[in-house]
Structures are given as structure tokens and as C-alpha cells.
């Protein structure tokens, strides 16, 4: 069973930084692309960054140059600083693990607030 949980998220202001991380139990991790979705009220829920597991990222365009995603594979741990955010950023963040074998799994999400 693998668990994920998120912390981080919290209240800012537009122009400001946040640094979302996401701790993983279990030994797939280090074999497992991860990711960060988010979900904004009355939204789908999209993928925001995802890194795989020998460190490739990719970001969706509205975040590039804005947020950088990272690991830790000693430390089963993921990572999204967040800087210049907008009040658009506004949602609830979840970080996903897709591992090799076809196992997956979400977090329970952080609500992260941009106030203009």
C-alpha cells in the first residue's frame, strides 16, 4: 500500500513563493514517476509538473518558468516551489505516483491560496 502526504500549502499573496512537498511510504517510490496535480473549484483536476524517476520534468505551459518540481529518492520525497504565483494558481494541490507495475496513488491535497 503505498500512502502519499502533502504539505506546504497555505495563504499568499499574488507575487509570492510557496514550497509544496509530498512524503512517500512504500519501496516502489524510487521506481515511480511522480507528479502535481491540482484542482481549482468548479475545475477538472490537471496536471501541474511531473518528474520521473531518473529526474526528467515536465511542466505544463502556465507554469513554466515559475515552478520547479523536484525529488528526493533517498528520501521518498517530492517537491514543488511555487514563486511569482497568481491569484489563478488558487487550488487544491495533490501529489500522484504512477510506478512502474501499474500501482498509483494520490495524496490527500493542500490547499494552496493566491490572494491579488
Known amino acids: 500500500q503505498v500512502q502519499l502526504v502533502e504539505s506546504g500549502g497555505g495563504l499568499v499573496q499574488a507575487g509570492g513563493s510557496l514550497r509544496l512537498s509530498c512524503a512517500v511510504s512504500?519501496?516502489?517510490?524510487?521506481?515511480?514517476?511522480m507528479g502535481w496535480y491540482r484542482q481549482a473549484p468548479g475545475k477538472q483536476r490537471e496536471l501541474v509538473a511531473h518528474?520521473?524517476?531518473?529526474?526528467?520534468?515536465h511542466y505544463q505551459d502556465f507554469v513554466k518558468g515559475r515552478f520547479t518540481i523536484s525529488r528526493d529518492n533517498d528520501k521518498n520525497t517530492m517537491s514543488l516551489e511555487m514563486n511569482n504565483l497568481k491569484p489563478e494558481d488558487t487550488a487544491v494541490y495533490y501529489c500522484?505516483?504512477?510506478?512502474?507495475?501499474?500501482?498509483?496513488?494520490w495524496g490527500q491535497g493542500t490547499q494552496v491560496t493566491v490572494s491579488s
Open positions: 500522484h505516483l504512477l510506478a512502474r507495475n501499474g500501482a498509483t496513488g
Open positions: 512504500g519501496s516502489i517510490y524510487s521506481d515511480s514517476t
Open positions: 518528474i520521473t524517476s531518473v529526474g526528467y520534468a
